[in-house]
């Protein structure tokens, strides 16, 4: 074929310009990587704020190149530069941009071949391409920008990127593939290049070897995370050693409504920022259950650059914290900020990241050291070592927790005797229309009702006199109050009932109750 280019393309030759994209946080950013060779002492220079893993690019980009069948100008002097220079640049995913900068200043790869498109790609050294971190969050962010130029990408991120609907996507395996496409010649694998369409993505159910009807007995807890699933509200599970807490909170993923299409992009985008994202898992909720052993970091997240913690990875999901008096007391204290608003704020010198966190936590503890107080077995811990054991759950994060539960001990016998509950599709149907009902009246879940809104919904005047009195007596804050009105609206949500009545209220107040 022909390469013969313009008098502009061979005078502009020495330099080219390639488009891509930098991820910081959830937001991806243009970057042009600019290619300059010009003749002096041969040398291979990266400017534009660029990190560790971009800097190490120079030899894969070298190595990839000669490896792939093209000349490499070592007798030149290179210069590249990732602009804009202000905005830090961590990832691999500029290796394909730079080689392709690089065949193209040097005229073996005609430049109006790369315009409308942005490339992004790890190379290896023999010129495979390979994933990337966050595509689908990169994608998503520049979907709400209004982005119009068609991505190029490795395998496995093409397939991630192309979830979110927007401009063509392309998926490329090699180097020379890519090479071969721009150039218009043809190729010897037809699965080499290829245009990748937005899937018809179905909502996956949840696990079905953890369904709600393995849980016998515990009438109570199960009642308390209906209600919990139905209006997004916190629980706090405290009992002996094997009553059941985690047996149930493993199975909560399983009856909280399906995800709306908006709901599982913002979900896969969290896990597609640290790798996690798997297309099998689309729509389904995620279920983290991070060691008590987690920092502060761990959970709520941070670096340099920042990646989400624990939280925002159950973003729309479940984060379930076991043995909650064994986490950092630092770690826990975290948490307060992302239960009231939903979302992380993480400010530094140089940057300033917001990730959401809008997850359903469930927390479990023991009642004391030893695990027996108010069970059938005798307690032999002293009132200062219960006291203390408790007291490593702060009184101002047990405050932002809707939901307190006993889960007592059952005998093996009960157990064993109990019939089969109700399954999980039968719980989460009763969830879902709960949930249907307040999206209906205020557009979101009941946990997110504002201080104005409360103020909205229909009480009986029952149940405020009810709820005026427990808040006298047990000397409540302002916030207990609030999130009182909240469980009380999805209580009546689940019972299809237009007005909060007293029964609502009484089962409301019942779950603050300090245990």
């Not at 090479?179 to 949840?206: C, F, I, M, Y």
Request: charge should be neutral.
């Amino acid at each position: 074929m022909d390469h013969s280019w313009t008098g502009l393309e061979q005078h502009l030759m020495g330099m080219a310009t390639v488009k891509s994209r930098a991820l910081l946080g959830l937001k991806s950013w243009p970057i042009e990587v600019e290619v300059h060779l010009a003749n002096g002492l041969p040398s291979f220079t990266l400017v534009g704020l660029a990190q560790g893993a971009v800097k190490e690019a120079r030899e894969r980009v070298r190595c990839a190149i000669q490896q792939s069948g093209f000349d490499f100008p070592n007798n030149q002097r290179i210069t590249v530069n990732l602009a804009p220079a202000d905005l830090p640049k961590d990832s691999g995913c500029f290796d394909l941009p730079m080689a392709l900068g690089l065949l193209a200043a040097s005229g073996q790869l005609p430049p109006h071949a790369l315009e409308g498109k942005a490339f992004m790609g790890a190379l290896s050294l023999a010129g495979d391409l390979s994933p990337i971190r966050g595509a689908l969050a990169m994608r998503l962010h520049a979907a709400h920008q209004g982005q119009a130029e068609s991505w190029v990408l490795p395998p496995t991120s093409a397939e991630e990127a192309a979830c979110v609907p927007g401009p063509p996507v392309w998926r490329a395996r090699h180097l020379r593939d890519v090479v071969a496409h721009l150039r218009g010649e043809p190729l010897d694998d037809p699965q080499a290049w290829v245009r990748l369409d937005t899937p018809s993505l179905v909502h996956q159910p949840q696990l079905t070897d953890k369904d709600w009807s393995q849980v016998k007995g515990q009438l109570g807890a199960k009642r308390a995370l209906e209600v919990a699933a139905a209006g997004r509200h916190s629980v706090l599970l405290q009992g002996p050693p094997g009553s059941g807490k985690t047996l149930l909170a493993e199975r909560l993923v399983s009856i909280l409504p399906p995800m709306q299409t908006e709901e599982a992009l913002a979900s896969a985008a969290m896990l597609s920022l640290n790798g996690h994202f798997q297309l099998s898992d689309w729509g389904r909720r995620a279920f983290r259950n991070p060691h008590h052993s987690a920092t502060a970091v761990a959970l709520v997240g941070g670096g340099v650059p920042p990646r989400p913690g624990e939280a925002s990875l159950a973003h729309e999901g479940v984060l379930f914290l076991d043995e909650l008096p064994e986490f950092h007391r630092p770690a826990l204290e975290a948490l307060r900020e992302p239960l009231e608003s939903g979302r992380i704020t993480l400010s530094r010198a140089r940057h300033h990241t917001e990730f959401p966190a809008n997850f359903v936590l469930v927390a479990a503890m023991n009642p004391c050291p030893c695990g027996h107080l108010g069970s059938a077995r005798a307690c032999v811990c002293t009132p200062d070592q219960i006291q203390r054991y408790q007291g490593r759950v702060s009184g101002p994060l047990l405050d932002r927790i809707d939901l307190h539960v006993t889960v007592p001990t059952q005998s093996p016998q009960s157990v064993w005797q109990a019939p089969e509950g109700e399954s999980s599709q039968v719980v989460q149907e009763r969830t879902q229309a709960a949930l249907a009902r307040a999206i209906a009246r205020q557009g979101k879940p009941n946990r997110a009702l504002s201080v104005n809104e409360l103020d909205q919904l229909r009480v009986a005047d029952e149940a405020r006199n009810l709820l005026m009195q427990a808040c006298e007596r047990l000397a409540w804050s302002a916030r207990s109050v609030h999130r009182s009105l909240r469980v009380a609206q999805t209580i009546a949500d689940l019972a299809q009932a237009s007005t909060i009545e007293r029964a609502h209220m009484a089962e409301a107040l019942q779950y603050r109750m300090r245990i």
